[in-house]
């Protein structure tokens, strides 16, 4: 049965719930819920499993804080023995107005730390899904701005997105990343 690995970045404990950085989190709890799924504290993070169409599906949400989530990455591609081109990493980016969200097949890690010690790890070759937060935040406070909760309205402009998240892992999994980015970033609010 082929075996695709979805990480969803952010940081563990109910201090970090619903902050920007966790927005990875947030959109493998909705899968989660959407397939009837619960996650289970296991080494390097919290994972849930479930299948679609035969085909085998590991959510992982990394218990090692953002900046050392390649540690969890790579455990569980290689506990599981899945290919990295089965692998997608769900991350925030405050280059991407929120709600808008881009798709691809590799790259750099736009100053993502938690992208960046993937990339450390196993290199670029991994398909990801960036979330925009926005960037409405005073110079230097970035930390700040991506650390603190969305408020009422945000998640408003959030939740269509989160379903579209969704929409995107189960293409990923069932057409691969081409056709997926092919179909899912021309709906994008800001088409490149």
């Known amino acids: 049965m082929d075996k695709y690995l979805i990480c969803g970045l952010g940081n563990p404990g109910d201090e970090y719930a619903g902050t920007r950085h966790n927005t990875g989190f947030m959109i493998l709890d909705a899968f989660a819920k959407a397939s009837n799924i619960c ?17 085998k599906i590991f959510l992982l949400k990394p218990s090692t804080f ?3 989530s390649g540690n969890a990455v790579r455990y569980w591609l290689n506990q599981e023995k899945i ?72 998640m408003q402009t959030l939740l269509p997105t989160i379903d579209t998240s969704i929409n995107i892992i189960k293409s990923f ?10 179909q ?3 709906m994008g609010k800001h088409k490149r």
Do not use: C
């Not at 996650?39 to 085909?55: H, I, Q």
């Open 39 to 55: 996650f289970e504290d296991k080494r390097y993070g919290f994972v849930a499993e479930t299948s679609l169409k035969g085909r």
């Open 66 to 68: 953002m900046n050392l």
């Open 83 to 154: 290919d990295q081109s089965r692998l997608l990493v769900i991350s925030d980016d405050v280059a991407l107005p929120l709600g808008d969200y881009r798709l691809k097949a590799s790259g750099s890690n736009g100053g993502h730390n938690g992208l960046g010690h993937i990339i450390q790890l196993i290199g670029t070759n991994y398909a990801r899904l960036r979330i925009g937060v926005g960037n409405d935040y005073p110079h230097g406070a970035q930390v700040d701005w991506v650390l603190g909760r969305y408020n009422e309205d945000e």
């Open 173 to 182: 999994v069932l057409q691969g990343i081409n056709a997926t980015m092919n």
């Open 184 to 186: 899912f970033n021309s």
